[in-house]
């Protein structure tokens, strides 16, 4: 799940914040990809109008 997506969803990072009960700060210190776990958590949150791409976290080697 991209970090933008979930902006352009709630508006500011604040409310995203909110959403997930964490510090704003640790919102603003993702990367583009945000953490897996938050992205599922984001996911039943929005009731999947937000959804995980498995494939951002696909941590096998490349060419398998």
Do not use: C, F, H
Not at 14 to 41: C, D, F, H, M
Not at 43 to 52: E, Y
């Amino acid at each position: 799940m991209l970090k933008s997506t979930v902006l352009k969803y709630y508006g500011t990072g604040a409310a995203v914040a909110r959403a997930l009960k964490i510090s704003s700060a640790a919102v603003t210190q993702w990367p583009e990809v945000i953490p897996e776990k938050q992205a599922y958590r984001l996911q039943i949150l929005t009731k999947r109008v937000l959804k995980v791409n498995p494939s951002l976290y696909d941590k096998s080697p490349a060419g398998r």
